[in-house]
């Protein structure tokens, strides 16, 4: 039978179509069939006709559908021999004229939806008429469905609202439903006349990854973005405090280097490489970290006051979230996924979401573990015998002899050695974790509630400790409709640190081997006669802190129709930190005694911030392709308080933590910013079978940190993928493609992370003169400064072959940022140092990224998963208007990467005189900074190795981290000139000697001889560039699963053993402590450790 | 059903659109800053932002008598101290200065120069604050003001002159213009530091009621004493000699006993810097028990007292480790915080008399120029010097101030600079590391690299 189908447009109102799109307009189809009778159209439709006429059953048809909103359905030889109709002038129902127009045949007319008439013969097969909606798992109708009648080729297509109706000859028939990406669904039709289907969505496995991209989810197969992942099973088999460190070496493009061995210590952080080029504010770089929602700090904690010392390099914020609580990471790179969090998306995103519960039965899980870790190198440096050689060879080579203030050849016990390093540094940390979980609930709610306790010992010698307690509370809850859904959680944690004031690293390294005893025959400190400073005495100066911080955040989600919802997401966050440093008389040198008073620096900070986010979201079926559609705003607000006091002359010392007992309080400073942050953001998202993907966004930002007329900024990208493996062509030839994606994107992010109020030109109270609170200059202001912009484009291409055996994903990317904002550092006679402006330097940050994964075995008893992953960073600097007057010519170089150290050319040892010479490039005939080129000091690639090997019960797991670059020398750390009273690493040893010898090491020297100078020129040329590439075993873990049949009878759901190590091993041609930390000069190594440890769950 | 939602879905874009418009984003100025303008609206902040300029010239470094002063890195530059300090993150950095071979990345030579140019920053923006018209500050504040600001600007010139030789004159607050500003020739600097101190005079008072009655801010007399200072430096005798006089013959101060002459507010004072902290830092800088703390005199030094000369015993204290004896200042002695009794002296009479004793010398007035030589040696308890040729009592001058004003603010090694004999004395004592190029000090690194129009200027031999 030939269907006459009639198609019909849909114009769906502009107005409402505007803020969505113009362009696009809804097709859909429909086909009818029918039989029931007569009046089919409403009752009081009239026909007018304007003249009497004879017309034929067409030409009446063509009227009323002229006049009305009906439509016709007939076959086209129907009326053929049906005699002409006669009308009068005049009006006429057009149910009226509708019987008699048909009144000589035998026909039956039926109305359907959408107005159509259908018309047929009578006394054909009896027909049902079938209709219903197609609808996915969460209840979106899906417009373009199609609904065949098994074995005829007959059928339809759902409408814009997913409705189809459907005229089928037999109850025996069988319909079935598809859509692209969903499981097809066959149902025998029966005596039903409404069938509503709910399609469920084919899962590959790239399919059941979900990828939280911030504002919304997307499929791995699905996403146009780069988004890296790890997950609780990858972060829970590392016993670290600090997510950080569970993320290093294990996603391509994310670079994290950890700044020192101390517990709670900072990391380095750097998404797809440096993109501003702010020199000395380790914040300008960091990406933006998002914890359930909430935006959570990046700067550091702590204060310079009190934790300077220990701290060079600040207090992670994130050592304050417990890394097992964490359901997954993601960070965010290229501009399709960043550019949703505009001005803020330049470094990357890193969003971390927090476990939630289980459906099902309530479970009760324990996970306690312990470990032992010592400094994972020490150092081999000088005896006391080659010690006092090369000190008495140097003041020898300068024509001098030990003076009195030599104080190690004059004073001190010639014969004396100490190993400096195992006395200082040698201890061994305990830490001991445990964490209990309750997790439960049903299809409606689910809850999860988990606290910890960990405490960390350190490797200095004495009683510290760094404790951290944190619970997490999560609950969801949907309506049984699933309209309404609600979600909280509160994640706490409190920490309590009592390290030491100083990281004593650097002592133990370069204390002379034959200094004095740490004790005398009393037990008392020894100061030997005032000829040092006791590195102990440091130990006496407490360092107490106590760091607490509550993320909160409530969403509330509303589907006001299926395919439509409205969210509203709040979020708040309170950092608080008090830390204690005090400095008793007892820490100094008796002799001293008279002329120093107890002291006691208190410090606080609180930053507190809340987030209101209302969004709107709607999903559409439509044809073949799917519409996402975000539409959301953001107000954010941040308050930062810090206040730090100095109380001097306390009458005892136990009263030291009591600022009221101080004789004189001092406020050293006090701070009270805001900063203000405002966003209207969108997503259109089309996918088109699957198999196209256009992802656009964009965002609109205001931030306070600028002046006025500077606040307001647009960022946007367009990503776009094609699964080329959907392709039939692919399809049939490439049999081995489970997959294959091709990915690009370009887009604009921003950054404002510079410091708040810098357009405002003001004076800032200081400490009292003649009793006064007196005011000084706050900084420089320039009112002109605005955003920073970066242009980010990816290609990326993901495969997966033989049965997703292997998975590969690469990538290029190439990011440019401009209108550089920076701190612009400027002479001294300027007034002051820096001030924040826009530099009109171009950098692009490149690179190529590479991971893969590999199931070797797949087993039931037996399975072995291997990954790869590899980031091959460059960075360029494009262009620099005028850098050689700027304040930069120092740093950078144009066209070169931006790890650059400008450095002398090195013409090693002169053999005459045994001094390091170096090349006066300019034949100027000194030595300055013109004589200096640009030397490569960063990573030249990094990435990580993991193998997962499960056998029966064993899981084994090892990661190896390894890092190509280039750093500075051991000489560097130490800054101490070799044949100065300090000790040296053992290569110096190699030292020039007597006139003619070639050598690599000068000759030493005990005083500040032109051979000291020239040392210092040393640490400045490219001899102090040494690979500090290395690889680590960072991360080995063996963990048995005792069988279920053991444990049931012991209540247990799942038991399990682990034996973890973490930096068990380290190759590397450094010949510091550690070449990872070796950018911070001399600090605490990483530990080493070993974990032992057991989880239950009953 | 459909255009209630769209309807909705509308209302709510509008809702986003207008709060976007709002001023959410608009913070106030924070709690603990004024604004530039707001400041010199009035008597009492204008007053808190020139004591904020004093208060933070005591706090550390340049005038404060710390290791990181002016006093002590001179003293260790010149013939006067050795450096025995143990601190490990300063001691190398100090050695520098006592072996006279100092390294243009030296952080204290940094600090040194970004301090005094930061304390020349805030006194051109109270200048330029007080200038505004948008300022209220009432005409005898202003005035008041306005003489202070433009006395520390000359002051912090005099010094960096001195140290580095050429260096940028700085009038403005302008960084974008001050970024640039290349070395100005040492007598520019010398003209704008007299002018400054001229204008000064002119409109600052005698006495110190400004400060209630302490001498911890500047008064004409401080302006006269340090221009008194300028013009011996720059060779103008005549003025030399008047500005002196005016001072001397002002009958507000006198030459104090030397149990007094640091304490706060003592009579031979005409500029402290006070400190609502506590004691100045001079005492504790020095004090030692046994070793010696941070540095001890040059033997040279021990050597230049006489015999009978009373600061030796009153100035000068020592202490010993059971084999050698080492000699320290001794004219700070407070060494506890409290209770507060000494004050930071930077500009006391005496040195009037050893200026004008020199100025009048130079111009052959030879019998008044050994009145003011012996009136210091008079309180000294020395005996009178006889009459003496020219070029003698010149010596005899510099001698005088040698064991007069040690280690205070590089007394005797701008004076063996001004006079060229730095050479011959620095050879003496360092016949090893000395080279005359050593007598002025490298400019910072940071200020080379930082500052195009003056990377290429470093001074000769560095």
């Known amino acids: 039978m030939k269907i006459n189908l009639t198609i019909r447009l849909f114009y769906i109102r502009k107005w409402l179509l505007i803020p969505i799109m113009r362009t696009f307009i809804f097709l859909f189809c429909t086909s009818i069939f029918s039989f029931t009778p007569n009046n089919v159209c409403s009752q009081n439709v009239r026909i007018i006709v304007s003249e009497d006429t004879l017309l034929s059953v067409n030409e009446v048809f063509d009227i009323i559908d002229r006049q009305t909103d009906y439509k016709f359905l007939y076959h086209a030889d129907l009326f053929k021999n049906v005699p002409k109709v006669r009308l009068k002038k005049g009006t006429i129902l057009a149910n009226r004229l509708l019987q008699l127009s048909l009144a000589s045949g035998n026909f039956s007319n039926v109305l359907t939806k959408n107005n159509t008439i259908v018309i047929k013969p009578k006394g054909q097969q009896v027909q049902r008429l079938i209709s219903g909606t197609v609808s996915d798992n969460l209840g979106v109708p899906m417009s373009g469905a199609t609904v065949i009648i098994k074995g005829t080729g007959t059928g339809t297509t759902t409408d814009f609202n997913g409705n189809y109706s459907l005229a089928v000859p037999d109850a025996q028939n069988v319909l079935i439903f598809s859509f692209l990406g969903f499981a097809n669904q066959e149902i025998i039709v029966g005596n039903k006349t409404t069938i509503n289907v709910t399609l469920k969505e084919e899962l590959s496995k790239l399919d059941e990854v979900t990828i939280n991209a911030g504002y919304y989810t997307v499929s791995e197969r699905e996403r146009t973005g780069n988004i890296s992942k790890i997950e609780a099973h990858t972060i829970e088999k590392q016993p670290v405090a600090n997510p950080l460190a569970a993320m290093q070496g294990r996603m391509t493009g994310v670079q994290i280097t950890q700044n020192t061995g101390v517990a709670g210590g900072n990391y380095k952080v750097l998404i797809r490489g440096q993109n501003s080029l702010r020199l000395f504010d380790a914040n300008a770089n960091h990406p933006l970290y998002i914890v359930d929602g909430v935006p959570f700090s990046s700067s550091s904690l702590g204060f310079a006051e009190t934790s300077g010392q220990i701290y060079t390099q600040g207090i992670s914020p994130l050592t304050m979230i417990n890394p097992n609580v964490i359901a997954s990471i993601e960070v965010l790179k290229d501009a399709d996924a960043t550019a949703i969090y505009g001005s803020r998306g330049a470094n990357g995103v890193v969003l971390i979401t927090t476990k939630k519960g289980n459906q099902g039965k309530t479970t009760f899980d324990v996970n306690f573990y312990s470990s032992l870790g010592k400094i994972s190198n020490t150092m081999a440096v000088l005896n006391t015998e080659q010690y006092l050689e090369m000190r008495h060879e140097g003041l020898t080579n300068d024509g001098s002899t030990p003076q009195p203030s030599d104080y190690d050849l004059t004073q001190w016990d010639q014969n004396r050695h100490t190993n400096w390093q195992e006395k200082l540094i040698g201890g061994t940390a305990e830490t001991n974790n445990i964490q209990m979980t309750f997790s439960g609930g049903d299809a409606t709610t689910n809850f999860l509630m988990s606290g910890s306790h960990r405490n960390e010992t350190s490797v200095f010698p004495g009683d510290y400790k760094d404790n951290r307690t944190t619970a997490l509370l999560k609950v969801n809850h949907a309506s049984e409709d699933k309209r309404i859904s609600l979600s909280g959680s509160a994640h706490y944690s409190s920490k309590n640190t009592n390290l030491p004031t100083i990281d004593l690293t650097s002592l133990a390294v370069t204390l002379p081997p034959n200094a004095p005893e740490l004790y005398t025959a009393e037990g008392e400190l020894n100061w030997e006669n005032s000829t040092w400073t006791n590195p102990l005495s440091f130990l006496n100066r407490g360092y107490t802190a106590k760091s607490n911080t509550l993320i909160g955040n409530a969403s509330f989600n509303y589907y006001v129709t299926k395919s439509f919802d409205a969210k509203v997401d709040v979020g708040y966050t309170i950092l608080s930190y008090k830390a204690i440093a005090k400095t008793p008389k007892s820490s100094f040198n008796p002799a001293l005694e008279q002329s120093v008073i107890n002291s006691t620096y208190f410090s606080s900070r609180e930053e507190t911030s809340w987030v209101f986010e209302p969004q709107l979201h709607w999903k559409k079926y439509l044809g073949k392709g799917k519409i996402n559609l975000l539409i959301g705003a953001s107000f954010q607000s941040q308050g930062s308080t810090g206040l730090a006091q100095l109380g001097r002359g306390f009458s005892n010392e136990h009263l030291m933590e009591d600022i009221k007992s101080a004789s004189n309080v001092y406020v050293t400073s006090n701070s009270d910013t805001q900063y203000r942050y405002q966003a209207l953001f969108g997503r259109f998202n089309y996918n088109y079978k699957g198999t196209y993907l256009l992802n656009v966004t964009g965002r609109r930002d205001g931030s306070s940190r600028f002046g006025a007329g500077k606040r307001w900024a647009n960022f946007g990208a367009v990503g776009a993928a094609w699964v080329f493996s959907n392709e039939k062509?692919?399809?049939?030839?490439?049999?081995?493609?489970?997959?294959?994606?091709?990915?690009?994107?370009?887009?604009?992010?921003?950054?404002?992370?510079?410091?708040?109020?810098?357009?405002?030109?003001?004076?800032?109270?200081?400490?009292?003169?003649?009793?006064?609170?007196?005011?000084?200059?706050?900084?420089?202001?320039?009112?002109?400064?605005?955003?920073?912009?970066?242009?980010?484009?990816?290609?990326?291409?993901?495969?997966?072959?033989?049965?997703?055996?292997?998975?590969?994903?690469?990538?290029?990317?190439?990011?440019?940022?401009?209108?550089?904002?920076?701190?612009?550092?400027?002479?001294?006679?300027?007034?002051?140092?820096?001030?924040?402006?826009?530099?009109?330097?171009?950098?692009?940050?490149?690179?190529?990224?590479?991971?893969?994964?590999?199931?070797?075995?797949?087993?039931?008893?037996?399975?072995?998963?291997?990954?790869?992953?590899?980031?091959?960073?460059?960075?360029?600097?494009?262009?620099?208007?005028?850098?050689?007057?700027?304040?930069?010519?120092?740093?950078?170089?144009?066209?070169?990467?931006?790890?650059?150290?400008?450095?002398?050319?090195?013409?090693?040892?002169?053999?005459?005189?045994?001094?390091?010479?170096?090349?006066?490039?300019?034949?100027?005939?000194?030595?300055?900074?013109?004589?200096?080129?640009?030397?490569?000091?960063?990573?030249?690639?990094?990435?990580?190795?993991?193998?997962?090997?499960?056998?029966?019960?064993?899981?084994?797991?090892?990661?190896?981290?390894?890092?190509?670059?280039?750093?500075?020398?051991?000489?560097?750390?130490?800054?101490?000139?070799?044949?100065?009273?300090?000790?040296?690493?053992?290569?110096?040893?190699?030292?020039?000697?007597?006139?003619?010898?070639?050598?690599?090491?000068?000759?030493?020297?005990?005083?500040?001889?032109?051979?000291?100078?020239?040392?210092?020129?040393?640490?400045?040329?490219?001899?102090?560039?040494?690979?500090?590439?290395?690889?680590?075993?960072?991360?080995?873990?063996?963990?048995?699963?005792?069988?279920?049949?053991?444990?049931?009878?012991?209540?247990?759901?799942?038991?399990?053993?682990?034996?973890?190590?973490?930096?068990?091993?380290?190759?590397?041609?450094?010949?510091?402590?550690?070449?990872?930390?070796?950018?911070?000069?001399?600090?605490?190594?990483?530990?080493?450790?070993?974990?032992?440890?057991?989880?239950?769950?009953? | 059903m459909k255009s209630k939602i769209v309807k909705k879905i509308s209302c709510v874009i509008l809702a986003f659109v207008c709060m976007s418009c709002s001023d959410f984003i608009v913070v106030d100025s924070p709690k603990t800053e004024l604004v530039k303008a707001t400041v010199f609206e009035n008597d009492d902040t204008a007053n808190a932002a020139v004591l904020g300029l004093y208060n933070q010239m005591r706090t550390s470094g340049f005038a404060s008598g710390d290791l990181m002063s002016v006093s002590f890195v001179c003293g260790l530059a010149s013939d006067e101290l050795l450096n025995y300090s143990i601190n490990p993150s300063i001691s190398q950095e100090l050695e520098q200065f006592n072996k006279n071979n100092l390294i243009a990345a030296n952080t204290i030579i940094e600090s040194l120069w970004n301090q005094s140019y930061n304390f020349v920053y805030q006194s051109n923006a109270i200048l330029e604050g007080l200038e505004n018209e948008s300022s209220k500050v009432s005409e005898e504040i202003q005035s008041q003001l306005t003489g202070e600001a433009k006395f520390i600007r000359a002051f912090c010139h005099f010094y960096l002159v001195n140290l580095f030789g050429d260096v940028p004159l700085v009038l403005t607050t302008h960084w974008d213009e001050n970024k640039k500003i290349q070395r100005t020739p040492s007598e520019i600097v010398y003209e704008q530091i007299i002018t400054d101190l001229q204008e000064s005079i002119a409109i600052l008072g005698d006495n110190y009621s400004h400060s209630n009655d302490e001498k911890v801010r500047i008064n004409k007399k401080a302006s006269q004493a340090l221009l008194a200072r300028v013009y011996l430096f720059t060779n103008n005798w005549i003025s030399a000699e008047q500005e002196a006089t005016h001072i001397i013959d002002s009958g507000i101060y006198n030459l104090e006993t030397f149990e007094n002459s640091f304490l706060k507010n003592n009579n031979e004072a005409i500029w402290q810097l006070s400190s609502d902290y506590g004691n100045s830092s001079e005492a504790y800088t020095y004090f030692s028990s046994g070793l010696p703390a941070n540095a001890a005199f040059t033997s040279e030094l021990w050597a230049a007292f006489e015999i009978e000369d009373q600061r030796k015993t009153h100035w000068v204290n020592s202490s010993t480790d059971g084999t050698s004896q080492y000699y320290f200042p001794y004219k700070y002695k407070a060494i506890t915080p409290q209770p507060i009794t000494e004050y930071t002296t930077i500009l006391r009479l005496a040195e009037l008399y050893l200026i004008r004793a020199e100025a009048r010398a130079k111009q052959e007035k030879l019998t008044e120029a050994l009145q003011d030589v012996n009136a210091i040696r008079a309180r000294a308890g020395l005996i009178a010097l006889g009459s003496l040729s020219k070029d003698q009592l010149i010596e005899a001058i510099l001698q005088e101030k040698r064991v007069e004003f040690f280690t205070e603010w590089g007394h005797r090694w701008l004076d063996l600079k001004r006079r060229n004999v730095v050479d011959d004395y620095m050879q003496v004592v360092k016949p090893n590391s000395w080279q005359t190029a050593a007598q002025l000090f490298p400019i910072p690194e940071s200020q080379l690299t930082n500052s195009a129009s003056t990377s290429n200027s470093q001074n000769p031999g560095y």
């Open chain 1, 729 to 1098: 062509v692919i399809k049939s030839k490439w049999h081995f493609l489970d997959y294959g994606k091709l990915r690009a994107s370009y887009g604009i992010t921003g950054n404002d992370k510079i410091g708040d109020y810098g357009y405002l030109d003001s004076y800032t109270s200081s400490s009292t003169y003649l009793g006064v609170n007196t005011l000084i200059p706050a900084r420089l202001s320039n009112p002109l400064f605005a955003w920073e912009e970066n242009k980010k484009f990816e290609l990326g291409m993901s495969l997966s072959v033989c049965k997703n055996a292997l998975n590969v994903e690469a990538n290029y990317y190439s990011n440019t940022s401009s209108n550089q904002l920076v701190g612009i550092t400027l002479p001294g006679a300027a007034g002051f140092t820096s001030v924040n402006g826009n530099l009109p330097a171009t950098l692009r940050n490149s690179g190529y990224e590479l991971a893969a994964t590999s199931t070797l075995i797949n087993k039931a008893n037996f399975g072995w998963i291997a990954s790869l992953n590899l980031t091959i960073p460059q960075s360029k600097l494009l262009a620099f208007p005028n850098i050689e007057s700027s304040t930069y010519d120092y740093f950078y170089e144009i066209g070169k990467p931006l790890e650059l150290r400008k450095v002398y050319t090195s013409e090693g040892v002169d053999p005459s005189t045994g001094i390091y010479q170096f090349k006066d490039t300019d034949s100027s005939g000194t030595l300055d900074i013109k004589d200096r080129k640009g030397v490569l000091v960063g990573q030249d690639f990094y990435g990580g190795f993991s193998n997962n090997i499960q056998y029966k019960g064993f899981q084994f797991d090892i990661h190896v981290q390894f890092v190509k670059q280039h750093g500075n020398a051991i000489e560097n750390s130490i800054s101490s000139v070799p044949g100065f009273s300090s000790n040296q690493p053992t290569h110096v040893l190699n030292r020039w000697q007597s006139i003619g010898e070639d050598s690599s090491v000068q000759r030493f020297t005990g005083n500040f001889s032109p051979a000291a100078i020239a040392f210092y020129n040393w640490m400045s040329s490219e001899s102090s560039i040494v690979d500090t590439s290395f690889l680590r075993f960072k991360n080995i873990s063996l963990t048995y699963t005792f069988s279920e049949f053991l444990v049931q009878d012991l209540g247990l759901k799942s038991a399990k053993l682990f034996v973890r190590g973490t930096n068990i091993f380290t190759l590397t041609s450094y010949k510091g402590l550690d070449p990872e930390t070796s950018s911070s000069g001399m600090v605490l190594p990483p530990l080493k450790s070993i974990t032992t440890g057991i989880a239950l769950t009953f």
